[in-house]
Protein backbone atom coordinates (compact mmCIF):
# COMPACT_ATOMS: atom_id res chain seq x y z
CA UNK A 1 0.00 0.00 0.00
CA UNK A 2 1.81 3.30 -0.90
CA UNK A 3 1.38 6.19 1.19
CA UNK A 4 -0.31 9.44 0.37
CA UNK A 5 1.22 11.79 -2.23
CA UNK A 6 2.67 14.65 -1.08
CA UNK A 7 0.23 17.04 -1.95
CA UNK A 8 -2.18 14.86 0.58
CA UNK A 9 0.44 15.32 3.82
CA UNK A 10 -0.39 18.52 5.07
CA UNK A 11 2.77 20.00 6.77
CA UNK A 12 5.32 18.16 4.87
CA UNK A 13 7.92 19.40 2.58
CA UNK A 14 9.79 16.50 1.59
CA UNK A 15 8.73 13.42 -0.89
CA UNK A 16 7.28 10.45 0.86
CA UNK A 17 8.58 7.32 1.09
CA UNK A 18 7.50 4.36 -0.60
CA UNK A 19 5.37 2.04 1.62
CA UNK A 20 3.90 -1.70 -0.41
CA UNK A 21 2.30 -3.84 2.05
CA UNK A 22 3.11 -7.14 1.53
CA UNK A 23 1.62 -9.02 4.59
CA UNK A 24 -1.42 -7.37 6.78
CA UNK A 25 -3.26 -11.06 8.92
CA UNK A 26 -3.99 -11.39 12.44
CA UNK A 27 -0.31 -12.17 13.42
CA UNK A 28 1.81 -10.00 11.57
CA UNK A 29 2.19 -6.69 9.08
CA UNK A 30 4.96 -6.51 7.02
CA UNK A 31 5.49 -3.41 4.81
CA UNK A 32 8.42 -2.37 2.62
CA UNK A 33 9.80 0.90 2.71
CA UNK A 34 11.58 2.32 -0.38
CA UNK A 35 13.17 6.00 0.07
CA UNK A 36 14.58 8.16 -2.34
CA UNK A 37 17.69 10.56 -0.96
CA UNK A 38 15.67 12.96 1.19
CA UNK A 39 12.00 11.41 1.35
CA UNK A 40 10.69 10.54 4.67
CA UNK A 41 7.69 8.28 5.93
CA UNK A 42 6.07 11.42 8.09
CA UNK A 43 5.91 11.40 11.73
CA UNK A 44 4.34 7.97 13.28
CA UNK A 45 3.85 6.54 16.07
CA UNK A 46 4.35 2.69 15.95
CA UNK A 47 1.26 0.47 17.55
CA UNK A 48 3.26 -2.90 17.81
CA UNK A 49 6.64 -3.95 18.63
CA UNK A 50 8.86 -4.63 15.27
CA UNK A 51 11.67 -5.32 13.39
CA UNK A 52 13.49 -4.11 10.27
CA UNK A 53 15.67 -5.72 8.08
CA UNK A 54 17.58 -3.74 5.96
CA UNK A 55 17.87 -4.00 2.38
CA UNK A 56 20.61 -1.75 1.56
CA UNK A 57 22.86 0.50 3.68
CA UNK A 58 20.64 2.81 5.59
CA UNK A 59 21.79 6.37 6.67
CA UNK A 60 18.66 7.16 8.57
CA UNK A 61 18.35 11.08 10.45
CA UNK A 62 15.85 10.02 12.61
CA UNK A 63 13.05 13.13 13.94
CA UNK A 64 12.46 11.98 17.57
CA UNK A 65 9.76 14.51 19.45
CA UNK A 66 11.10 17.31 21.44
CA UNK A 67 13.12 18.79 18.05
CA UNK A 68 15.58 16.15 18.51
CA UNK A 69 17.30 14.56 15.50
CA UNK A 70 20.38 11.93 15.18
CA UNK A 71 21.72 9.93 12.11
CA UNK A 72 22.34 5.68 12.03
CA UNK A 73 24.10 4.19 9.80
CA UNK A 74 22.86 0.55 9.50
CA UNK A 75 24.19 -1.80 6.72
CA UNK A 76 22.43 -3.58 4.05
CA UNK A 77 21.33 -6.91 5.36
CA UNK A 78 21.17 -5.79 9.44
CA UNK A 79 18.54 -6.37 11.89
CA UNK A 80 16.90 -4.49 15.33
CA UNK A 81 14.10 -4.65 16.61
CA UNK A 82 12.06 -1.97 19.06
CA UNK A 83 9.04 -2.00 20.83
CA UNK A 84 5.59 0.05 20.77
CA UNK A 85 5.22 3.66 21.24
CA UNK A 86 8.35 4.51 19.41
CA UNK A 87 7.68 7.65 17.50
CA UNK A 88 9.59 9.46 14.91
CA UNK A 89 10.40 10.50 11.57
CA UNK A 90 12.31 8.73 9.56
CA UNK A 91 14.25 10.47 6.69
CA UNK A 92 16.73 9.20 3.94
CA UNK A 93 19.65 11.15 4.92
CA UNK A 94 21.80 9.66 2.03
CA UNK A 95 22.28 10.00 -1.50
CA UNK A 96 21.23 6.63 -2.71
CA UNK A 97 17.97 4.64 -2.66
CA UNK A 98 17.09 3.46 0.71
CA UNK A 99 14.97 0.39 1.30
CA UNK A 100 13.99 -1.69 4.36
CA UNK A 101 11.51 -4.50 5.88
CA UNK A 102 9.73 -3.83 8.72
CA UNK A 103 7.77 -6.73 10.19
CA UNK A 104 5.22 -5.70 13.34
CA UNK A 105 4.06 -7.93 15.50
CA UNK A 106 0.76 -7.59 16.52
Not at 7 to 24: F, H, K, L, N, Y
Not at 93 to 100: A, E, H, L, N
Request: glycine fraction near 10%; charged fraction near 25%.
Amino acid sequence: MARPAESERPGMTRAAAVATQVIDDDRVRVTRFDFAPGAETGWHRHSFDYVITTLTDCLMLLEEPGGGTREVLVPAGAAYRRTEGVEHNVVNGGDKVMSFVEVELK
